[in-house]
């Protein structure tokens, strides 16, 4: 991000104060909704894509409104009804997918915090306006008025553009959303690792193998071992409680099955890398997990 609007970003104190109640209800929402609001959640963040869900539905309103951007600069040239009319249902089907794409972003959004949580609500305040902006434009063209409507169409056009530039700095720059185990890379021999010993069963332990921190686990006579650090949000895994044999990520409630590492329930939307275990000698090795 250009530091003279990284650094008015961060003095809006206004995005915390309205930050902190709008994450506080859009999770209670989920919470309160029990499994269903899970089930609901991990829909809208994708967790059955292998990615987040957001970025595929923003495709489709601003796709849309570049058509609609072209349909009136060639419908005006040529005072054509039928490529206004276009230029109309392609803003219409923007609106449609636009809400779709409000509601996987607030979703994403809910679990952020810090410098990504204030960046993406100025992203998320950004997008509503582009959404009301369109949304007088169509009142405005269905009404008659449709020079005021294209002005308005246009207007919400460069909203979009700088709300999809907010959008992007909060992943390219400041990294949510991105795989954080994406260069981490774990030994591709059986390399040891700890003293079988040393193991509690059913309290996750954190261990580090060739340069990677891992979690080990033990449930009975079995041991499983992950990567440590969340894909999610980078957070320490081993800080987890566990569930059956799954675990779960302390920081966002992201939760693992711990054979393979697929996710279980979100925001977490891609698999944590997982590797395989034996015990030699009273030390447990480990290895990357090959597909």
């Known amino acids: 991000m250009f530091r003279p609007l990284q650094k008015l970003v961060e003095e809006q104190e206004w995005l915390d104060a309205l930050g902190d109640p709008l994450q506080k209800y859009i999770t209670s929402l989920f919470s309160n909704a029990g499994e269903n609001g899970k089930q609901i959640k991990d829909l809208l963040n994708g967790t059955w894509l292998g990615h987040p869900l957001h970025p595929v539905i923003t495709d489709v309103p601003i796709g849309a409104w570049t058509c609609t951007l072209v349909l009136d600069l060639i419908g005006s040239r040529r005072d054509d009804d039928t490529l206004e009319t276009a230029a109309d249902i392609t803003l219409a089907t923007g609106l ?12 994403d959004w809910s679990d952020t915090y810090g410098k990504e949580r204030k960046l993406g609500l100025l992203h998320g305040v950004t997008m509503t306006a582009t959404f009301a902006t369109y949304l007088l434009a ?7 008025a449709r ?5 308005l169409s246009n207007t919400g056009y460069l909203l979009a553009a700088a709300g999809a530039y907010l959008g992007g700095d909060e992943v390219y720059d400041i990294g949510y959303g991105v795989n954080h185990t994406a260069f981490t890379h774990g030994p591709g021999e059986y390399t040891p690792v700890l003293p079988e010993g040393e193991l509690a069963e059913g309290k996750p332990a954190k261990a580090d193998v060739s340069g990677v921190s891992i ?13 440590d650090t969340c894909v999610h949000a980078g957070c320490s895994l081993a800080g987890g409680s566990l569930e059956g044999r799954s675990i779960i990520c302390p920081c966002h409630g992201s939760q693992y099955d711990l054979w393979d590492g697929a996710v279980i329930h979100g925001p977490a939307t891609m698999p944590e890398p997982a590797y395989d275990v034996r015990v030699r000698n009273g030390m447990i090795e480990v290895k990357q997990a090959t597909a």
């Open 96 to 107: 449609a997918a636009a809400a779709g794409a409000a509601a996987t972003g607030f979703t």
């Open 138 to 144: 169509l009142l405005a063209r269905l009404g008659g």
């Open 147 to 151: 020079r005021a409507g294209v002005l």
């Open 215 to 227: 979690v080990l686990v033990k449930i009975g006579s079995d041991i499983y071992a992950l990567d």
